[in-house]
């Protein structure tokens, strides 16, 4: 039986519908469904049960002894929240819970952790342990994150086989609920399909031009299949970067976006929001090394592959995985 935390939301979501695929069912959902606007991502998905994210503590105390992993994916991910208690209460203490149910019932565990514990890349992107203490993030969530990589590291007692993930840009199916966190390829597919034209965030630092901006995008397949990896359990236990291995610009992913849709890049330029322009990443791109180095050995989509699968097979129809 796999429990996952953030069932619901787009990543979460995302695994749920591939292990269906594989004919995996024995699968235990939890997040906050009362929020009906990632209903449609568990349509037709198939589960053995569904758990409130505030009974699951609960829940484990009477039924951690029959689970065989956790994909703990759920946490509050807004980078434009400022109120550190939220993150307090749902990205750390709520994780300890999850950790610490693994210890006691000796389950593996795969979590969420992200890239934004990396800040501005001062120290780089390598998913060296030895460095993560120096790390600087920008936000609260990043430092939620933060936080708990340090504390799982500190652990004496852990999970027989534990896993921090941190997630690069995340972009593909399942992100129809997102809003304004969905990614850039969402956004320009539904701006072109409205206006027949695409607005990116101007650059506000003189290295960068505008739409010259880079990003580790990460297609949701890829990320799946690395989780899907590690819940073998042959990897070493640690924190892995997460992300494509290369980074490429703001520019690359819209214009690939209209040539997906058949149609000639038509893209202007407007100020970066000033509530996260000073928490702004302009280049962010994970060494993969450390996970490849355990055995993994699929290639990753490309971003042009990515995102022509994302555009053609699930955008235009409003499709799910």
Not at 67 to 96: M, P, Q, W
Not at 131 to 155: C, H, I, V
Not at 167 to 175: A, D, I
Request: glycine fraction near 8%; hydrophobic fraction near 35%.
């Amino acid at each position: 039986m796999i429990v996952i935390t953030g069932a619901a939301g787009f990543i979460g979501s995302c695994i749920v519908g591939t292990l269906n695929n594989k004919g995996i069912n024995n699968l235990v959902l939890v997040d906050d469904f009362s929020q009906t606007d990632k209903a449609a991502n568990l349509e037709g998905k198939l589960f053995v049960a569904m758990v409130q994210r505030n009974d699951f503590d609960q829940w484990m105390k009477e039924f951690g002894d029959e689970v065989t992993c956790v994909l703990h994916i759920g946490a509050r991910t807004d980078t434009t929240e400022f109120d550190k208690a939220i993150f307090d209460e749902l990205n750390v203490e709520y994780s300890k819970m999850v950790w610490n149910h693994c210890v006691n019932y000796q389950i593996p565990l795969v979590y969420a952790s992200s890239a934004a514990t990396y800040g501005l890349g001062e120290l780089g992107y390598d998913d060296n342990e030895e460095t993560m203490p120096r790390l600087q993030p920008l936000n609260p969530y990043g430092w939620s994150k933060q936080y708990f990589d340090m504390w799982a590291l500190e652990q004496k007692q852990t999970p027989p086989h534990w896993y921090g993930l941190k997630f690069f840009n995340v972009y593909g199916p399942n992100e129809y609920h997102k809003g304004r966190m969905a990614s850039v390829i969402f956004h320009t597919f539904n701006q072109v399909k409205e206006h027949g034209s695409m607005k990116l965030f101007r650059s506000h630092n003189p290295n960068y031009t505008d739409g010259g901006q880079m990003r580790d995008f990460v297609y949701v397949k890829d990320l799946v299949s690395v989780i899907e990896f590690l819940m073998k359990g042959t990897a070493k236990s640690g924190i892995y970067n997460l992300g494509s291995g290369k980074a490429r610009t703001f520019l690359d992913l819209a214009t690939n976006t209209f040539k997906a849709l058949g149609k000639e890049p038509q893209i202007s330029f407007i100020d970066t929001p000033e509530d996260i322009r000073d928490k702004y990443q302009y280049f962010t791109e994970a060494n993969m090394q450390k996970l490849i180095g355990q055995g993994y050995n699929v290639p990753f989509h490309t971003l042009e592959e990515g995102i022509d699968d994302y555009v053609k097979n699930y955008l235009i129809e409003g499709k799910y995985i």
